[in-house]
């Protein structure tokens, strides 16, 4: 299997908008303040400006993987990544797969996430039923 | 001051003090939302994929743990997100009534941060057929500070 690499994403106020519709989190009394949403508590945990929620990145990999390898993936697929640098609003990310061993039984990926500067914000691995592939 | 809804408050402080290992969480129950399965596959581009057969995206529920943890603690600054793994087991589909639970696996101190891991899964609450098995890792923020 050669290197897969997705279409760019971008990861913009929009997207990250349209994320938090789509997820369903506690009721909360009061508005979400918190590191992906307000610039003092970014500050305060230590990034430049808000991240973008971890969530969101991972979801556009398995996405990848889904695209990639068919519905197949949610029957025996497997997805475990670090998130290793955050993401601010704005960045473009793109999702690589590189397959990591021989034929026989599931395949077995190296999996990571670069953006728009090349560096890696994810990094993991993927297991994907072979019958999918 | 204290607020009446903060008087009647019966869930604990998510602080690390209140975090331990082998804590079971939820259940909670929820139906598979078409709305939701819409607009997270929009979100996450991959409305042609899910959207023509009522599939769930992979990941669209990811977010169970804040229902877990909502359940049983108030407050905090939230975390940072560290590590995430799923296996899954089979789709999930609209209008399909789920049960999530989970565990606290890790609640500890290492190079000064404090991390915690929730293992958490959800089954078909009619069948009782398994869904998905994922766990998050995160980094405590204590005082809005990586602690």
New interface residues.
Partial sequence: MSDLISKP?QLDAA?AI??E???????R?TPRV??HTDDA?AR???FRAPIA????T???M??F???SFG?D???????????IKPVFYGDTLTMHARALDGDAGPLQLEVWTENQLGERVLVGTARVPRKST | MTSAMDAAETRALMCPENLHEGMKLGPVFYVVAPAQIEKFARATGADSIFLNDGIAPPTMRLQDYALLIAKHFHGGSGGVHAKHWNEFHAPMHAGQAVKTEGRITRAERKRGKFYFEIEYESHDAESGELLVRQAITAVLLVEGKIS
Wanted: glycine share 16%; hydrophobic share 45%.
């Fill in positions: 994403f997207a349209a994320y519709e789509g997820v369903e989190g506690p009721p009394r918190n590191i508590a305060k945990a230590g929620g971890g969530e969101q991972y979801a556009v398995a996405t993987l889904v695209k519905l993936f949610l029957r025996g697929g497997r997805l475990q990544a670090a998130l």
